[in-house]
């Protein structure tokens, strides 16, 4: 089965921690995302990769950091400097970078105490 | 100029009404108009999409009508089933700036009461 896949579903950290999300993706696409969801807000944008070894932040880059060491892989580092650390994270990848179709993971929640 | 705004936040449709929902965009440059539906604890999925060549698209009971010159798309869903009750987005990306940005609205929480 090609998909999406996010782990831990669920994530519990204290205060101070870095914590680190998993995603990986077996559907061969180049583009990868990172968003964070918040009740009543929508869908934010961390950062994204168009390809291996290259990543851009998007909206909401403070506090996180990424690495797109190979092409199956985007974890996201959720840093002690990210003040409201507490949301759910969702991965997602594209065939490229330029479309409009993107398939999302199953998502982690994160609790930080 | 890169937001878009969805209405309503929440909406409740008895079975088999036909439950709107509305977004509006500014950037004119934008050429792409997908819906997303998610279910509770799960990611976001492709329901369906729109260029604005074209003013409406139907699939099954899910049609988006889009009004290029007003700068305004909605998603209707005919004969509303308990199943559709879901987190539905509406989103927009210029497909030719190649910057993979989709932008997307802040949601619709639709419940369907059998």
């Known amino acids: 089965d090609g998909g999406i896949t996010q782990s831990p579903k669920y994530l519990f950290r204290k205060e101070g921690q870095n914590v680190t999300l998993s995603c990986e993706q077996n559907l061969n696409h180049d583009a990868m995302y990172w968003y964070r969801q918040d009740p009543g807000q929508g869908l934010r944008l961390i950062y994204y990769s168009q390809i291996v070894n290259d990543f851009q932040k998007g909206d909401i880059a403070e506090g996180y950091s990424v690495s797109r060491e190979k092409k199956e892989s985007f974890p996201l580092t959720v840093t002690s400097a990210q003040k409201n650390p507490t949301a759910f994270y969702l991965c997602a990848s594209s065939i490229q970078l330029s479309s409009g179709e993107q398939y999302f993971g199953p998502g982690t929640r994160l609790t930080v105490t | 100029q890169q937001q878009v705004k969805q209405s309503p936040q929440s909406l409740i449709v008895q079975k088999g009404g036909i439950s709107i929902i509305n977004c509006a965009y500014e950037?004119?440059?934008?050429?792409?108009f997908p819906w997303y539906q998610q279910f509770p604890g799960k990611g976001p999925a492709l329901l369906i999409a729109?260029?604005?060549?074209?003013s409406e698209k139907k699939e099954g009971r899910f049609t988006i009508s889009f009004n290029k010159s007003a700068k305004q798309f909605s998603l209707h869903i005919m004969d509303s089933q308990p199943g559709d009750s879901a987190t539905y987005f509406c989103?927009?990306?210029?497909?030719?700036?190649?910057?993979?940005?989709?932008?997307f609205g802040q949601g619709t929480t639709l419940q369907v009461k059998p």
């Open positions: 729109i260029r604005p060549d074209v």
């Open positions: 950037n004119t440059a934008f050429d792409y």
């Open positions: 989103a927009a990306i210029y497909l030719s700036g190649n910057t993979g940005k989709l932008i």
